[in-house]
Structure formats: C-alpha cells, structure tokens
C-alpha cells in the first residue's frame, strides 16, 4: 500500500480548501469532496483493494486507532531523536521543547510542545501544550493545554489549564 498522497502532504490542501470555502455535502464536510478535488487537479491514479479491518473515523478512539496504523503502515516521519518514541509524525515548523512524544503521535503545524508527554495522541494545528501528560487524546486546532494530565478530545479553539495553587 502506498500512502503518497498522505506522506507528500498532497491531499491536504484539498481538505484546507473545501472547509475555507465552506464545500459540505449532506450538511458535513466529506473526504469524498476533497478527494474529488484531488483527482481533478493531480496526476494521481486512485486504485481500489480490498480492506481487512474497517475504523470508524467517527468515533473518538477508533480516529486514535487509525492514526496509530497508519504511522505504522505509512513510516511517516520516523525521526531520529532520543525523545521520540516511534512511530510518530511532528510537522517541521512545530516546536518541541523538553518533551517526549510518542508512540502513535502525530503534530500538525505551528504547534508548540513544551516539557510535556504525549503517547497515542492526535495533535492538530496550532496548539500549544505546556506542563502537561496527554495520552489517548485528540486535540483541535488552536488549543492551549497548560497544567494538566489525561485523556481530552478538546474540539478547536479551546484553552484548558489547570488553575496553580498558591
């Protein structure tokens, strides 16, 4: 199986642009939209082949089950560094300070990881985690987590920090 079009970052533009341009089939955005999208544009050929397990990406754990099988499937980004715990993918323009990620991590851009750990966990653009223990989580675009310790599915735009006590 060849993850190219994940790996080379081909299709991500494609879902950038159909939620900038608010494209929603059945009131959701669709993977379908922007694959189509893809296909239009690129010079790639999608072939069909049968699966042997089905993850429903609708379900908070089973998202966390995917991104674990294809970090292992695809060797996205296997990264040498003593603080990571492969299989892992961390966008190059993220940040990370003090930390350990992984296994099953993946960092989306801009984000920032400051003495913090991260296992089995989905990242997503933006976000900004300080002092903290994430396992099992999902985390939006644009969220800062300070001071805390568990498993959070925190949709974007959101802040959660754990008050310090004086």
């Keep these: 199986m060849d993850c190219i079009i994940l790996k080379d970052g081909i299709f991500f533009p494609y879902l950038d642009e159909i939620i900038n341009k608010n494209i929603k089939t059945k009131n959701e955005y669709q993977l379908t939209d922007g694959l ?3 296909l ?11 699966i042997q397990n089905w993850i429903d990406f ?17 060797e996205i980004n296997e990264l040498n560094e003593d603080w990571i715990k492969n ?16 296994p099953n991590v993946s960092i989306g851009g801009d984000s920032i990881i400051e003495n913090s750990y991260i296992e089995n966990s989905v990242i997503w653009n933006n976000v900004h985690i300080k002092n903290s223990s994430i396992k099992d989580s999902i985390i939006g675009n644009r969220v800062e987590v300070n ?20």
């Design 40 to 50: 239009k544009k690129e010079n790639i050929l999608l072939e069909p082949f049968s």
């Design 147 to 166: 001071n805390l310790k568990g498993t959070f599915y925190l949709g974007s735009d959101s802040t959660i920090i754990e008050k310090e006590e004086k």
């Design 87 to 102: 299989p892992c993918y961390i966008s190059n323009n993220s940040i990370i300070n003090k930390s350990i990620i992984g």
């Design 58 to 74: 609708g379900i908070k754990e089973s998202f966390i089950e995917a991104n674990s099988y294809l970090l292992k499937k695809c």
């Design 36 to 38: 189509r999208m893809m």
